[in-house]
């Protein structure tokens, strides 16, 4: 029913009109994240406005970075359009890989785009990605069980005072962990978490001559304290454990605390998907006692279209529409403004309505606090928080993060994964010259 609804209430987007281009089917590939599965159940409203049909690839995360790294790579010209990241959209626009977005029509308004996500999707100052939806990570924790345990979340709490939550909330009886987090090995999956929670506790991937760090201190703590917590307070199985895993896992009620991205939010909080959504609350990422960087990243799943794509008019067309102010407009209208998609444009923030959202603050303080230019506490030579900006960085960190989940099945100690952490990312540089 409510796409029928959607259809007759939303108001034609002026920037697009049936006819303006010859009708194409075009093929998009993104991630099976709750926003993008959303999105294809209001296609009907795109084709209705443009006549263009689209094809959807939905694909697991990790699938789907694959799928469409070696596609691009070798112009396998499979896409019309990819869901990709700040990660990859600099880079593959430095490459000539992607259709600069550098004629966007006056209507969509590309100056409302958040500019913590126009500067992470542009390579010299061209837009090559839209944002459909940006984020950061913060904490998401059950007010109720909280209460409970006599405790009361800090807005910005140390991660000293989540293991004291985690160790509260803890209830093997119930099926309730103290605290769920990301193990999944892939460098934006369970690599992408400890990353930040390597910067909340002071360490780096390089050091400014880039030198692998994992032999300092700083990875050994932030390791040993994650294995720990996770282990005491976390589920079973928690190496396997991704986004989506751990979002089913909160919305059924069994975790005290989530820490991982911002959008989650609406997620948890819909009472049509979530047992607990009367009784969440929300904090920024944790630090270290005496770290000033907090355990937040920077991302944003956006829109691309690889160059050599036969039907760029359509792509364009359709990636005005699902990143338009009006597509906001579309969902909030049928599904209320709690779901649609954030942290990509600014007037989102002025919108009376969203401001009563209970996670809207808290999701842009989350964002805003995240500085790509400075992720970590001693200088690096790189931009970039939860990855490392260079070409190089997604193949050594996945193969990185493979020993750390390791590590977290029990099939290797920490110390070994950080060896072998350390091997890996100095032959990775050497090889690539760096060194």
């Known amino acids: 029913m409510y796409l029928r609804t959607a259809l007759r209430a ?17 093929t998009i590939a993104t991630v099976n994240n709750g926003d993008m599965i959303r999105m294809q159940g209001y296609t009907d409203d795109f084709t209705a406005k ?30 019309d359009i990819m869901t990709i990241g700040m990660y990859e959209t600099p880079i593959w626009g430095a490459n000539g890989w992607l259709v600069p977005l550098d004629d966007l029509s006056e209507e969509y308004d590309v100056d409302d785009i958040l500019p913590a996500m126009r500067n992470g999707l542009s390579h010299d100052g061209t837009l090559y990605a839209a944002p459909f939806y940006g984020e950061s990570s913060m904490i998401m924790y059950r007010t109720d069980l909280m209460e ?6 800090p ?24 605290i769920c987090l990301r193990g ?38 932030a390791i040993n304290f994650y294995v720990n917590l996770m282990n005491d307070y976390g589920p079973e199985g928690y190496a396997t454990n991704g986004f989506n895993e751990n ?68 792509a364009k067309e359709f990636i005005e529409w699902a990143t338009s102010k ?58 970039g928080i939860q990855f490392v900006a260079i070409p190089e960085f997604a193949g050594m960190a996945t193969e990185v993060s493979q020993e750390f989940s390791a590590a977290y099945a029990g099939q290797q100690s920490v110390e070994e994964a950080l060896e072998k952490a350390q091997a890996i990312t100095n032959e990775t540089m050497e090889a690539a010259g760096y060194r």
């Open 10 to 26: 939303a108001t034609a987007l002026s920037l697009i009109s049936v006819g303006a281009a010859q009708a194409e089917t075009i």
């Open 50 to 79: 443009t006549g263009h049909e689209v094809e959807w690839v939905t694909l697991e995360e990790n699938v789907l970075r694959q799928r469409v790294t070696t596609d691009i790579t070798t112009k396998g010209g499979q896409f």
């Open 148 to 153: 409970e345990a006599g405790l009361e979340m």
């Open 155 to 178: 807005d910005a709490p140390t991660w000293q005072f989540i293991r004291e939550a985690a160790a509260a909330m803890d209830n093997p009886e119930e099926e309730i962990n103290g």
């Open 184 to 221: 999944k090995a892939g460098w934006g999956e369970g690599g992408a978490f400890i990353t930040v929670t390597g910067n909340s506790f002071g360490a780096r991937w390089f050091d400014e001559e880039w030198n692998a760090q994992f032999d300092q201190p700083e990875w050994a703590e």
């Open 247 to 314: 979002l089913n896992l909160f919305q059924q009620g069994k975790c005290g605390m989530w820490i991982d991205a911002t959008v989650a939010a609406s997620f948890v909080t819909n009472p049509d998907d979530s047992t607990v959504a009367d009784s969440v609350g929300f904090a920024l990422a944790p630090n270290a006692e005496g770290v000033e960087k907090r355990a937040n990243w920077l991302w944003a799943w956006a829109l691309a279209i690889p160059a050599g794509t036969q039907k760029e008019a359509a």
């Open 326 to 383: 009006e597509y906001i407009q579309l969902v909030a209208e049928n599904e209320g403004w709690a779901n649609v998609p954030p942290g990509a444009r600014k007037s989102l923030y002025e919108t009376p309505e969203y401001q009563e959202v209970p996670f809207a603050q808290k999701t842009l303080d989350s964002i805003n606090a995240a500085d790509p230019n400075n992720p970590t506490v001693e200088p690096v030579p790189y931009v």
